[in-house]
């Protein structure tokens, strides 16, 4: 769709762009207390007999709907390249959020191995091209924009090839907006390196440490740049949005979605002057924000989405150190301290991570005081995380060591077992 196919009786209605600022404002951030977590992670379908292979899509639909309840009710969904990711509901504190993702990470493996698959959290597919399987109109709409724009390579390798842990946590009061989000955005380019797992993405390596985190960065800034928090959070995040590519229109009564195959920003379509075949409504608004990437959105709560996702061995203690060094006031006015140095080398951090002597200094600080203020259930975790970044490696550094003495499909059948 180009931006003057809107006929003339299809003018927006004057007052829209006041409604569509005040419609994501309301929904910004939410007042709360801190302490409330929700986790979600990506999984890459491996096939166990032929893992160097995709499993299509009438295979994975074919596994969704075999999938039983979960157990702790997460919900499952399928992304763009295959990738499964489970969503828990929010749970009080870490330790349960941890808890319930583990029970149904368990019982979605079981129903993977009963035809053949397995699951591999890691935070990009190591071996398989890239490609697209997951048939539905937002994701076809998605990839047409991407290439009409110039982001197609990076585009495509972030919806086929990358999995991520997102964690999702309260805005806190009303107060203390400003700050928490300027903390956990100081915390990110850290937090990229402590995560970083995904050091091939295709049988390719391009030498840096997180090559999902590559992808994002190989994409559209206005889409997936950092929130500029130099003003009022809420104000801020209304501007981004604003500002933003229009990526498609849907057709609610179809089920459809058509591409934006030129560069127009929200605020132009609710004005009238970039043209898309209709006036964009409220639920218009909605569906732009969650076309939105930036690795902290606000979404009434907070999500936390710089994070590779890594190995069943470590995404607990990740998801701890996270939190702790957010919600924990020792440890996040500690965390402050180290990160303050690097809070803007989000680039550094996906391409040299602990390589980078400020990073790891960082890392290593965080670590130790995450391990020492932890939840008590989760403290064996995070100390071995933190043993780990004592050595200057991420959990991306073991694969890198292994493929180097096997292969990367061998490898992410393996960690299907793990």
């Not at 970044?389 to 960690?415: F, N, T, Y």
Request: one cysteine or more; proline letters at 8%; charged letters at 25%.
């Amino acid at each position: 769709m180009t931006a003057r196919q809107m006929t003339a009786f299809e003018t927006p209605a004057p007052g829209l762009i006041e409604q569509s600022r005040a419609h994501i404002a309301a929904r910004a951030l939410t007042p709360s207390t801190v302490g409330d977590v929700g986790l979600e992670l990506e999984y890459h379908v491996v096939d166990r007999q032929r893992p160097h292979r995709r499993p299509a899509w009438d295979e994975l639909a074919a596994l969704v709907a075999d999938v039983p309840a979960l157990p702790e009710g997460s919900r499952l969904t399928v992304e763009p390249g295959g990738q499964l990711e489970l969503s828990t509901p929010p749970r009080l504190g870490v330790g349960a959020a941890v808890a319930a993702l583990r029970r149904d990470e368990q019982a979605l493996t079981e129903a993977a191995a009963e035809v053949g698959m397995g699951l591999a959290p890691l935070g990009s597919d190591l071996a398989r091209p890239v490609r697209r399987v997951n048939p539905a109109s937002r994701y076809v709409a998605m990839e047409r924009h991407f290439d009409a724009l110039g982001y197609g390579p990076s585009g495509r390798a972030m919806m086929a090839s990358t999995a991520a842990l997102q964690i999702n946590v309260n805005a806190g009061p009303r107060q203390g907006w400003a700050e928490r989000l300027k903390h956990i955005q100081r915390l990110g380019p850290v937090l990229v390196a402590l995560s970083a797992c995904s050091p091939l993405l295709g049988n390719r390596a391009s030498g840096w440490n997180s090559m999902r985190q590559q992808a994002w960065l190989g994409m559209d800034e206005a889409r997936c740049r950092p929130v500029p928090l130099d003003v009022d959070p809420v104000a801020a995040w209304v501007s981004y949005a604003m500002s933003a590519p229009v990526m498609l229109v849907r057709d609610p009564a179809a089920s459809t979605a058509e591409p934006v195959v030129e560069r127009v920003a929200f605020r132009d379509w609710a004005a009238g002057s970039a043209r898309l075949g209709r006036p964009p409504t409220m639920a218009d608004v909605d569906y732009h924000l969650s076309t939105l990437f930036p690795p902290i959105r606000p979404r009434g709560y907070l999500e936390i989405r710089c994070l590779d996702a890594v190995p069943r061995r470590w995404w607990p203690a990740l998801a701890a150190l996270t939190v702790t060094l957010l919600d924990d006031e020792v440890a996040a006015d500690r965390a402050a301290e180290l990160c303050e140095p690097v809070g803007e080398a989000w680039t550094v951090a996906a391409r040299e991570g602990m390589r980078h002597p400020s990073l790891l200094a960082a890392a290593r600080g965080c670590a130790e005081v995450a391990a020492r203020r932890c939840p008590a259930e989760l403290r064996d975790d995070v100390e071995a995380y933190a043993e780990l970044v004592s050595r200057g490696r991420a959990p991306g550094h073991d694969l890198r060591e292994r493929v180097a003495g096997s292969s990367p499909s061998i490898v992410m059948e393996e960690e299907t077992h793990a």
